[in-house]
T-cell receptor, first 112, second 115 residues
Framework: SQWGEENLQALSIQEGEDVTMNCSYK?????VHWYRQDSGRGPALIIL?????REKRSGRLRATLDTSSQSSSLSITAAQCEDTAVYFC????????????FGAGTQLIVIP | EAAVTQSPRSKVAVTGGKVTLSCHQT?????MYWYRQDTGHGLRLIHY???????EKGDIPDGYKASRPSQENFSLILELASLSQTAVYFC??????????????FGSGTRLTVL
């Protein structure tokens, strides 16, 4: 799993497989964001899940949130080569000031 | 679509020199941020701003200044660049979709190399 003090994690899978990436956080948050970063680009939001939700789906993406264990996961169903990217989780640490704190990220490589 | 433009895309600076990174957004967002990304690591918040003519310190502000002369523009200034400031810098704006639900729109980044 990822968090800010850790180095980037790497994960390689075959096209068509399902994959789950994990994120653990240390401080209360009202929401967990998942961002995707393609090579040479800035991160882009792909899904967010609020503290009162346990699961959120968007297309082939599924995010879960367990506030008791302070962890979140992002799953991709039937991964495609175009899913190759770095995936970050980010939390607000309960702040109303709009500051997001990012984990170290997971480098996902989908092999054809 | 949201648009955040950073300039330059890349820059080589000398140690001790002054560097200014610029960011322009056309989203009409009040909130803007500067993040730093080191190879193999996540993004760390340097400075942010809620309104023109006001800036706030993030998690790693030392060695950096910020300037927000207008809603659209937000600059990051390195008065005395150091080797340790070699990194990719990202600017972002946000739409404040309610407490804990804002979306950050990022620019494409500026790769800064300090020699």
């Amino acid at each position: 799993s990822q968090w800010g003090e850790e180095n980037l994690q790497a994960l390689s899978i075959q096209e068509g497989e399902d994959v789950t990436m994990n994120c653990s956080y240390k401080t209360y948050t009202t929401v967990v964001h998942w961002y995707r970063q393609d090579s040479g680009r800035g991160p882009a939001l792909i899904i967010l899940i609020r503290s009162n939700e346990r699961e959120k789906r968007s297309g082939r993406l599924r995010a879960t949130l367990d506030t008791s264990s302070q962890s979140s996961s992002l799953s991709i169903t039937a991964a495609q080569c175009e899913d190759t990217a770095v995936y970050f989780c980010a939390t607000d640490r309960g702040s109303a000031l709009g500051r997001l704190h990012f984990g170290a990220g997971t480098q996902l490589i989908v092999i054809p | 679509e949201a648009a955040v433009t950073q300039s330059p895309r890349s820059k080589v600076a000398v140690t001790g020199g002054k560097v200014t990174l610029s960011c322009h957004q056309t989203n009409n967002h009040d909130y803007m941020y500067w993040y730093r990304q080191d190879t193999g690591h996540g993004l760390r918040l340097i400075h942010y701003s809620y309104v023109a003519d006001s800036t706030e310190k993030g998690d790693i502000p030392d060695g950096y200044k910020a300037s927000r002369p207008s809603q659209e523009n937000f600059s990051l200034i390195l008065e005395l660049a150091s080797l340790s400031q070699t990194a990719v810098y990202f600017c972002a704006s946000s739409d404040r979709g309610g407490l804990g639900a804002e979306t950050l729109y990022f620019g494409s980044g500026t790769r800064l190399t300090v020699l």
